[in-house]
């Protein structure tokens, strides 16, 4: 079966998103606000910001982008992130990544208020979710894991291989399938061969950056395969495994594009809402808890917000 992630992203946000949005606007009278940082300027990033901001526009979120030279210098950078952490109207900042070389990266990302860190990535967010507290987790992981879900693909005891091992993607989705009881494998490029690791799995999460890196004879039949890698070979897009060898051989798989990336546009609107939420709820932890765990359920659960 083709794990469809256009279908899973159209449901999530008819169910979820856009009702809650809804919610917002009679509640509070305002919508969720995100601003994006773009240094410098690079085809696939653009690619990415057009798509993340035709999907806020959908579901009435108020997004700008602040775009900046190449050259900009990393305290100029910190400065601009240090006015949007004290900017109240402000729900998420988003610092597209890679950024350029003469800056560093984690210096960057620790600076972002963590409440309004959508990708989940600062260190207080970092240490919710290896703690397996819900929190702000990041939106690729979390979208992978949606979409096991939306599938009903069993999680509870089976054997998962994730293959990549970074901050971004790899390390959260191994903990979120932890926190759904199964057992975990991280493969990276020193696990060789790669082969003996993904053919003793239920399920594989593909988080490398090689086209095909994952073929025919490298996996059981019934394995359920997510497919998050993004490759660009003579400008077509595609995945870290052989979708075309490998569908009609494996239970489940998503295709690139049109699996993972649409469910990581979700699940990062999904975390913008949730910052929202939060923001609102401030000054009470009961009702904080209540949200993260609604969040963290990934299911569309209709259009009523269960906690206010
Ligand atoms: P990354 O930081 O470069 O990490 C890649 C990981 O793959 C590393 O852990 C690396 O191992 C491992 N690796 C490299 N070659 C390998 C091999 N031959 N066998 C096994 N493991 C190998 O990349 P990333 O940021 O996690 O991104 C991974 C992919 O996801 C990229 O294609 C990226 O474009 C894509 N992506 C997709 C989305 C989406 O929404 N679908 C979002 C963001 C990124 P070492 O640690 O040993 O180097």
């Known amino acids: 079966m083709i794990i469809d992630g256009r279908k899973f992203s159209q449901e999530y946000t008819d169910k979820v998103l856009t009702p809650r949005c809804e919610v917002f606007k009679e509640k509070y009278n305002k919508v969720p606000k995100i601003s994006t940082i773009i240094v410098g300027e690079d085809p696939a990033s653009e690619s990415y910001r057009r798509i993340r901001e035709k999907f806020f526009a959908k579901i009435c979120v108020d997004s700008y982008v ?71 987790i990041p939106a690729t992981a979390l979208g992978a894991l949606a979409l096991l879900k939306h599938y009903q693909i069993p999680i509870h005891g089976k054997h998962a291989v994730v293959v990549g091992r970074s901050m971004i993607i790899g390390k959260p989705i191994a903990h979120l399938l932890l926190r759904e009881h199964a057992t975990v494998t991280i493969c990276h490029s020193r696990s060789k061969p790669l082969e003996k690791y993904t053919k003793d799995a ?42 075309d060898d490998l569908k009609d051989d494996v239970a489940y798989i998503s295709p690139v594009p049109g699996g993972s990336g649409p469910a990581t546009v979700t699940m990062l609107a999904s975390n913008l809402l949730l910052a929202f939420e939060l923001k609102q709820a401030k000054d009470d932890i009961n009702l904080q808890n209540c949200l993260r765990e609604y969040y963290a359920d990934y299911e569309a659960k209709g259009d009523k917000d269960p906690c206010i």
Do not use: C
Request: proline share 5%; charged share 30%; glycine share 8%.
């Open 202 to 243: 239920d399920i594989i999460i593909a988080a490398v950056g090689r086209t095909h890196l994952i073929q025919k004879g490298m996996v059981k039949k019934d394995v359920a395969i997510v497919d998050v890698g993004v490759n660009f070979e003579d400008g077509k897009l595609m995945g870290d495994t052989d979708f």
């Open 66 to 136: 602040i775009q900046l030279p190449e050259e900009i210098t990393e305290k100029e950078l910190l400065d601009i992130i240090d006015e949007q952490n004290n900017d109240d109207s402000i729900d998420g900042i988003l610092v597209q990544l890679p950024l350029p070389k003469h800056m560093d990266e984690d210096k960057i990302i620790e600076s972002i208020s963590p409440d309004k860190d959508i990708e989940g990535l600062s260190p207080g967010n970092v240490y919710a979710w290896t703690k397996s507290s819900p929190n702000l």
